[in-house]
């Protein structure tokens, strides 16, 4: 199995103002903050550009002309981008390259690393809260949820007048852009973005306002997308940083996937929990040592 993933580098007068590398087949460039790879909105616009690994090469496309993407000096809306192609936007060069990992699979990697992971988990709790070894390793391992988001039922809004409806709606919409503003930082204000957004459009059908709520409906829709490729995303990035015995890196990741799930009685997250323990005191001994 091939995982594959982006580097972008972009640089600001010679200088590196951005290097980020992304588990994934597909990145969003720009200053919004639902963006994989975000700077000012001086530098870029809300949603500036699109890369994306097909058949082992990067595709690339400017989503806006201000500031307008130039490849070779010449004005560049798609295509395919080499590792040794620089797009210069406005003020800023870019370069992206794609990297590619063979993954061993024996059932599948995702079950295989954390079940071997989560032997050790146990077994280390074992000894630090005396659990019973042979009990916990036979407990099944937890596949992740499909989703982050705990209730699939669409929120209805609380208003019963059609003008307090409409004065809700309005109100959600504005709740729901600071949320996602926030989320790329905090994952639980992207669940509580789209949350805001769908009560916001049955607010505005219940306004008999057709336009604000499909819009409303899209912005839901798609943040609760990003949403749920973020945090498959942080799974494989777990389970990669299990394989390299980067704990360090893991204990950063499965304080992301716990953010995903605050609240959730889901045995995944019963599992971050322990994982969480066993790091602290794996950790706290290499430290001693």
């Given at each position: 199995m091939?995982?594959?993933g982006l580097?972008v580098?972009i640089?600001?007068?010679?200088r590196?103002?951005?290097?980020?590398t992304v588990?994934?087949?597909?990145v969003?460039?720009?200053?919004?903050g639902?963006c994989?790879?975000r700077?000012g909105?001086?530098?870029?616009?809300l949603?500036?550009?699109?890369?994306?690994?097909e058949?082992?090469?990067?595709?690339?496309?400017?989503?806006?002309?201000?500031?307008?993407?130039l490849?070779g000096g010449?004005?560049?809306?798609?295509?395919?981008v080499?590792?040794?192609?620089?797009?210069?936007?406005?003020?800023?060069?870019l370069?992206?390259?794609?990297?590619h990992?063979e993954v061993?699979?024996?059932?599948?990697?995702r079950?295989?690393v954390?079940?071997v992971?989560?032997?050790v988990a146990?077994?280390?709790?074992?000894?630090?809260?005396g659990?019973?070894p042979r009990?916990?390793?036979r407990?099944?391992?937890p596949e992740?949820?499909?989703?982050?988001?705990?209730?699939?039922a669409?929120?209805a809004?609380?208003?019963?007048t059609?003008?307090?409806?409409g004065?809700a709606g309005?109100d959600?919409w504005?709740?729901?852009?600071?949320?996602?503003?926030?989320?790329?930082f905090?994952p639980?204000?992207?669940?509580d973005?789209?949350r805001?957004f769908e009560t916001a459009?049955?607010?505005?059908d219940?306004?008999?306002n057709?336009?604000?709520a499909?819009?409303?409906?899209?912005?839901?829709?798609?943040?609760?997308?990003?949403l749920?490729?973020s945090?498959?995303?942080?799974?494989?990035?777990?389970?990669?940083?299990?394989?390299?015995?980067?704990?360090?890196?893991?204990?950063v990741e499965?304080?992301?996937?716990k953010s995903?799930?605050i609240?959730?009685?889901?045995?995944?997250a019963?599992?971050?929990?322990?994982?969480?323990?066993w790091?602290q005191v794996n950790?706290?001994?290499r430290?001693?040592?």
């Amino acid at each position: 199995m091939v995982e594959s993933g982006l580097r972008v580098v972009i640089t600001q007068e010679q200088r590196t103002i951005a290097d980020v590398t992304v588990h994934g087949t597909s990145v969003l460039v720009g200053s919004g903050g639902h963006c994989d790879v975000r700077l000012g909105p001086d530098l870029l616009a809300l949603e500036q550009l699109r890369l994306s690994v097909e058949d082992r090469q990067v595709w690339a496309v400017a989503l806006s002309r201000s500031p307008a993407a130039l490849l070779g000096g010449r004005p560049f809306s798609s295509g395919i981008v080499t590792a040794s192609d620089v797009l210069d936007i406005g003020r800023l060069t870019l370069r992206v390259g794609a990297w590619h990992e063979e993954v061993a699979q024996s059932s599948g990697h995702r079950r295989f690393v954390p079940l071997v992971l989560l032997f050790v988990a146990l077994a280390g709790l074992a000894i630090y809260s005396g659990f019973a070894p042979r009990a916990g390793a036979r407990a099944p391992l937890p596949e992740p949820p499909e989703t982050p988001f705990a209730d699939a039922a669409r929120p209805a809004c609380p208003e019963v007048t059609v003008a307090a409806a409409g004065v809700a709606g309005g109100d959600l919409w504005r709740e729901a852009a600071d949320h996602r503003e926030r989320w790329p930082f905090h994952p639980k204000d992207g669940l509580d973005a789209v949350r805001a957004f769908e009560t916001a459009a049955a607010c505005f059908d219940r306004a008999e306002n057709a336009a604000f709520a499909e819009e409303a409906r899209v912005q839901a829709t798609t943040l609760r997308a990003q949403l749920d490729k973020s945090f498959h995303v942080h799974h494989v990035r777990l389970s990669h940083s299990i394989n390299q015995a980067d704990f360090a890196t893991s204990r950063v990741e499965v304080a992301v996937l716990k953010s995903f799930l605050i609240g959730r009685d889901h045995p995944y997250a019963a599992w971050l929990d322990n994982l969480e323990r066993w790091l602290q005191v794996n950790q706290g001994q290499r430290q001693r040592t």
